[in-house]
């Protein structure tokens, strides 16, 4: 596997592609570029300038996360095969600069959910949280006032104010898409782009829904093993592959992460691995990557990707804010690097275990 870190760009991170090169065992970035629209053609030029920057700081670009999606795609609006063209241009840039992996979700409106992006915890840290009580009590138009104080100045991903002014209407194009129709939708676009992926060696990774059951009434398709399966099956291309989110999945505690990991051989391209600690089962927090912080057995999530034999990019998922740092929520650098040592610790242990047996 390769350790890597999320990097939104110079002009939106406010941690540096410096900072990351000196976190120990951390080799290269996930990236994007993140003042492109969905449906934009991303073009050559823009990608090599991108991926030149990150090497010239002594990474690689492991991966994209993410290249979004046009809501005309996800809805099956008369128009998407025209984004769906605009998608396949893309893919077939990256292709050509080297790039092979390619994160992205098809959740409806909201990219993921939040209640709360500063929840102090006991030691004075704080974090991402959801409660179920306080999305049953909100008008989804006003989802984004309700969190946009604690952005700290920056611009979170699936969060845009331009997208958030356009809730309504969203949801508007959203009122007749169900699991099935949605669900359908996707295999579409898979089928349609998978010859680019096969051409180039594009690995397309969907990350799971966030959290992992229907907000505002809006469907869900990627939260459990058996719908994940399920598209396994549906396009059964080597590309059609996943990122497992171990904070998205976990979010139902009905899904058992390591056998999830262990059904999808093969198909796991990516790897986000974070901690939650569950107040009850809707009502949750990030929490340190440790295992004792949260309700995850770390431990076990690592070895299940170890024995599938994954060697993709991973990289550690939201972190606490600490030490006093500001920076965008879940995105900063302090706790994300101590994430970072920590998996790549229980990896090297899970590792020589394995060789000692040999």
Same mark, same amino acid.
């Given at each position: ?14 941690v540096t592609l410096k900072q990351i090169r000196q976190i120990p065992g951390v080799t290269g970035v996930v990236t994007t570029l993140y ?13 090599r300038a991108l991926k030149e920057e990150v090497e010239a700081a002594g990474l690689t670009v492991a991966g994209i996360e993410s290249v979004n999606i046009h809501d005309a ?26 790039? *092979? ?19 102090? *915890? ?40 331009? *997208? ?195």
């Amino acid at each position: 596997m390769q350790m890597t870190l999320r990097w939104y760009g110079s002009k939106y991170d406010t941690v540096t592609l410096k900072q990351i090169r000196q976190i120990p065992g951390v080799t290269g970035v996930v990236t994007t570029l993140y003042d492109t629209q969905p449906g934009e053609v991303w073009e050559r030029e823009r990608i090599r300038a991108l991926k030149e920057e990150v090497e010239a700081a002594g990474l690689t670009v492991a991966g994209i996360e993410s290249v979004n999606i046009h809501d005309a795609i996800k809805t099956g609006a008369a128009e998407r095969d025209r984004y769906i063209d605009a998608y396949i241009e893309t893919l077939k840039n990256l292709g050509m600069e080297g790039l *092979r992996l390619v994160c992205y979700n098809f959740m409806p409106v909201f990219d993921w959910t939040r209640t709360e992006l500063a929840r102090v *915890r006991e030691d004075g840290s704080t974090v991402l949280a959801y409660t179920q009580e306080a999305v049953d009590a909100l008008d989804p138009e006003k989802m984004f006032d309700s969190i946009a104080g604690d952005m700290n100045g920056t611009v979170m991903p699936g969060w845009e104010p331009e *997208r958030m002014a356009r809730v309504k209407e969203l949801f508007g194009l959203y009122k007749d898409v169900d699991e099935e129709r949605l669900f359908s939708n996707l295999v579409y676009f898979l089928e349609r782009i998978m010859p680019v992926c096969d051409k180039f060696g594009i690995k397309m990774a969907i990350h799971p829904d966030d959290p992992a059951w229907s907000v505002f009434g809006l469907p869900r398709i990627i939260n459990s093993k058996k719908n994940i399966l399920r598209l396994m099956e549906a396009v059964d291309d080597p590309h059609n592959g996943v990122t497992f989110c171990s904070g998205s999945y976990g979010t139902d505690l009905n899904n058992d992460l390591p056998d999830m990991i262990r059904s999808l051989k093969g198909r796991v391209h990516f790897a986000h691995v974070r901690n939650l600690r569950f107040n009850t089962p809707t009502d949750f927090e990030e929490a340190a990557h440790l295992s004792s912080d949260g309700s995850f057995d770390m431990y076990e999530i690592m070895k299940a990707l170890y024995e599938i034999g994954f060697d993709g990019p991973i990289r550690p998922d939201h972190g606490r804010m600490i030490w006093d740092e500001v920076a965008m929520p879940g995105y900063g650098l302090y706790d994300r690097a101590l994430g970072a040592a920590y998996l790549n610790g229980l990896w090297e242990a899970i590792e020589k275990a394995d060789k000692e047996r040999e």
